[in-house]
């Protein structure tokens, strides 16, 4: 939505308001395409957001893939991280457990 802005704004500042049904639809960006302007600077101002706003959008489904991806890496490594720690928690109370039996296994001697 945050890379349309631009774009929108820009056509709305020379006037042009689309109303051929609903807006960023296929049929839109085809009327966005063969929009063109007579003077070059305001022509190459128009092209190079058309070109941002294409850009940015293809960047964000990326990201949003990339979100997606790393979500789904972040909940296998949470998943084999949880079950490491149980298994080292179960080995660290058998440890913490084993000194003790061995210890009062052991003859104490008092020296005064």
Not at 5 to 21: A, W
Not at 60 to 71: F, I, M, P, T, V
Request: glycine residues 6%; contains cysteine; aromatic residues 6%.
């Amino acid at each position: 939505m945050a890379v349309r802005h631009p774009l929108s704004k820009l056509l709305l500042r020379q006037g042009i308001v689309y109303y051929g049904g609903k807006a960023w639809t296929s049929e839109h960006e085809l009327r966005l395409r063969r929009q063109r302007f007579d003077s070059p600077a305001l022509q190459l101002a128009y092209d190079t957001t058309f070109d941002a706003m294409l850009f940015g959008r293809q960047c964000g489904l990326d990201c949003r893939e990339r979100a997606q991806a790393s979500k789904i890496e972040l909940l296998e490594a949470d998943a084999t991280t949880r079950a490491r720690m149980r298994a080292s928690s179960s080995a660290a109370t058998a440890q913490s457990t084993l000194p003790n039996v061995v210890l009062s296994q052991l003859p104490c001697r008092i020296q005064g």
